[in-house]
């Protein structure tokens, strides 16, 4: 069963990079039928997809977002990671990473964390 956890700071300053990481184990990042994204929630909205990250280590972005995101891994750590730049308040939500299994067509969440922007 692959796990997912998510982890970085709770709370990032106005205009600063909101930087997150998700482990994962019980699967390789590398593996040819999994594709990583970061979604997220903003409180009393619905999710957000904001980017994926393939085996191969190709992104895509949410158009909205993709000026401000990026995505990217490490192999030897089996880690990937979100970097969101210049965040305002209306950035704050909970931040998930998700795990799309295109051979079992099912998906796999990490608990969330909540990421608070303010001064």
């Known amino acids: 069963q692959v796990q997912l956890q998510e982890s970085g700071p709770g709370l990032v300053k106005p205009s600063q990079t909101l930087s997150l990481t998700c482990t994962v184990s019980?699967?390789?990042?590398?593996?040819?039928?999994?594709?990583w994204s970061w979604i997220r929630q903003p409180p009393g909205k619905g999710l957000e997809w904001m980017g994926v990250?393939?085996?191969?280590?190709?992104?895509f972005y949410s158009p909205s977002l993709e000026s401000r995101t990026s995505i990217s891994r490490d192999t030897s750590r089996n880690q990937f990671s979100l970097q969101l730049s210049s965040v305002t308040p209306e950035d704050t939500a909970v931040y998930y990473c998700?795990?799309?299994?295109?051979?079992?067509?099912?998906?796999?969440w990490g608990q969330g964390t909540q990421v608070t922007v303010s001064s």
């Open positions: 019980g699967g390789s990042i590398t593996t040819s039928y999994y594709a």
């Open positions: 990250i393939d085996y191969d280590g190709r992104t």
């Open positions: 998700n795990l799309w299994d295109y051979v079992r067509r099912s998906d796999y």
